[in-house]
C-alpha cells in the first residue's frame, strides 16, 4: 500500500510561485505519478505526470510553461514547480500513483493523497 502525503500549498499572490512536494515513506521510486487538482463545483482534472524514470508528459494546456514536474527518487519525493500562478488555479492539489503515464482520467490512478490548498489571491 502506498501512502501519498502532499505538502507545500498556502495562500499566495496572483503572479507568484510555489512548490509542491508529494512524498511517500518508500515505494515512490516504482511508480508514474501524477499531478491532479479540483477546484470547488468543478472536476478534477490532470495536470503532469512523470514516470519512475523520469520522463514527463504535460497535459494541461492552461498550465504549460508555467508548471514543472520533477522527481527526486532518492528522497522518494515528486514535486510540482508553480509560477505565474493565477485566480483559476485555486484548487486543491493531489498526487497520485500508477504504473505508467497512460492517462489523466482519476480511474488510471492507484494511490492518492490526501490532498493540498492553494489558494490564489490578493
Known amino acids: 500500500q502506498l501512502q501519498l502525503v502532499e505538502s507545500g500549498g498556502g495562500l499566495v499572490q496572483p503572479g507568484g510561485s510555489l512548490r509542491l512536494s508529494c512524498t511517500a515513506a518508500?515505494?515512490?521510486?516504482?511508480?508514474?505519478i501524477a499531478w491532479f487538482r479540483q477546484a470547488l463545483g468543478k472536476e478534477r482534472e490532470g495536470l503532469s505526470c512523470i514516470l519512475s524514470s523520469g520522463g514527463s508528459t504535460n497535459y494541461l494546456d492552461s498550465v504549460k510553461g508555467r508548471f514543472t514536474i520533477s522527481r527526486d527518487n532518492a528522497k522518494n519525493t515528486v514535486y510540482l514547480q508553480m509560477s505565474s500562478l493565477k485566480p483559476e488555479d485555486t484548487a486543491v492539489y493531489y498526487c497520485?500513483?500508477?504504473?505508467?503515464?497512460?492517462?489523466?482520467?482519476?480511474?488510471?490512478?492507484?494511490?492518492w493523497g490526501q490532498g493540498t490548498r492553494v489558494t490564489v489571491s490578493s
Open positions: 518508500s515505494g515512490l521510486d516504482l511508480y508514474a
Open positions: 497520485a500513483a500508477a504504473w505508467g503515464c497512460s492517462g489523466y482520467m482519476p480511474y488510471d490512478y492507484d494511490y
